[in-house]
């Protein structure tokens, strides 16, 4: 694990998409028309989307140990990922997620997430080398606030690059969550859990991230649904409309943006280029099915090229 440059920390699980033209009435049936199985979880999809933009990453997640275990993990390596702080849990099984995606891209996720499954802060805290080692920790949300909290101190401890993908939804512990961050990214709904309405438009994404700016971050990332993405930083701030490209699926676009946003910081990118980067990844990613990110240096150029000026 020696030389990473990031550690992605959060779910893993195996990702079940299907694609269907419309979903059955009840008590009806409808055919699949399409069928992937892959690795997923925000944690594995941000660490894949990390390495396949060149970044020497490692995941910190919990599977079961189990077979379905065995296979995940084997993908997570042939992708590039380090995946020695994975935990393998006893008498569970490893987390399942399905995405069902009708013609019209509307997805609805059906989820089997053992609690033995989500980290623990004495997980963390046994992964403490791993995570100061690494340049950047990009933690999501959807863990619990104990584990949460527990990796950005790490982190922070370390002075590494702190990334949180989401938002905290106990009030006390998310104030201390945020004054850790270098980065938040929340989508339109967890930005509005912070500042009371999710955002409409560009000025009020705009205003949102200057909120959460004032927090503590020195980068905030918020999206506003269906328009596009307010970027904003103590010096400057910059509206970055969506791509556009046809949607067959955007369950995985905040991951693809999480791990270009990253990837870009690392590199030590101005922050108007990397807001652009990080909309152009997630434009790479809306047209297939499944959350995982397929990220490469022609895809996001094809994207840059798609997003409106303003």
Known sequence: MAGLDAIAVGQVARDLVLLVDELPDPSRTTPVRRRRELLGGKGANQAVGLAQLGVRVGLLGVVGEDEVGDRLLGQARSDGIDVAPVLRRPDTPSALIVDVVDARARWRYLEDIPEATLLTEADV???????????????????????????????????????????????AGGAELLALADVLRADAREAGLIVGDPPVDAAAGLRAGRELLARGPTLVAVEVAGEGNAFV??????????????????????????????????????????????????????????GRPALSAAAIEAQLARIPAR
Do not use: I, N
């Not at 959807?142 to 949180?164: E, F, G, I, K």
């Not at 046809?246 to 922050?271: H, I, K, M, N, W």
């Open 125 to 171: 805290a046994d992964a403490e080398g791993v995570l100061q080692a690494a340049q950047a920790v990009v933690v999501q949300l959807q863990q619990p606030l104990p584990a949460v909290l527990a990796a950005a101190r790490c982190a922070r401890t370390a002075d590494r690059l702190v990334v949180l993908d989401g938002a905290p939804d106990d009030p």
């Open 233 to 290: 930083w103590p010096d400057g701030e910059l509206f970055v409309p969506l791509s556009k490209t046809p949607v067959v699926d955007s369950t995985g676009a905040g991951d693809a943006f999480v791990a270009a946003l990253t990837a870009g910081l690392l590199r030590g990118e101005a922050y108007p280029v990397v807001a652009r980067y990080a909309v152009a990844a997630a434009g790479a990613t809306v047209g297939h099915p499944g």
